[in-house]
């Protein structure tokens, strides 16, 4: 049986996936190394994959940080768009499982 609470207001907010951000930031800074690296000339003793894979390992931190700070901007935009609501806390019991006995 459930007995119904007294009432409590809280916060209700859509708030970013961060992670999503984050990889999706990372993927992004991979692109535009990628773009630039090709659009430069390579040096014939190093060649195209070093020189990609040296200034990848700038780019890919440099577009999680971007996407870090996009997902902060859009979280504290959440937070200010956060409405108040009403709420009821219930405990209900759920249905005896298979081989438990029932008081």
Do not use: C
């Not at 459930?2 to 990372?26: D, M, Y």
């Not at 430069?40 to 390992?57: C, K, M, N, Q, R």
Request: proline share 6%; no cysteine.
């Amino acid at each position: 049986m459930t007995e119904p609470t007294e009432n409590q207001q809280v916060r209700v907010r859509r708030a970013p996936k961060i992670p999503v951000f984050l990889v999706l930031g990372g993927a992004l800074g991979a692109i535009v190394t990628l773009v630039l690296t090709s659009l430069f000339e390579t040096d014939p003793t190093v060649g195209f994959g070093a020189s990609f894979g040296y200034f990848l390992i700038y780019g890919v931190p440099a577009g999680v940080v971007l996407g870090a700070i996009v997902a902060l901007i859009l979280d504290r935009g959440s937070n200010r768009r956060a409405k108040t609501v009403s709420a009821q806390h219930e405990q209900v019991e759920g249905a005896p499982l298979e081989g438990e006995l029932e008081d």
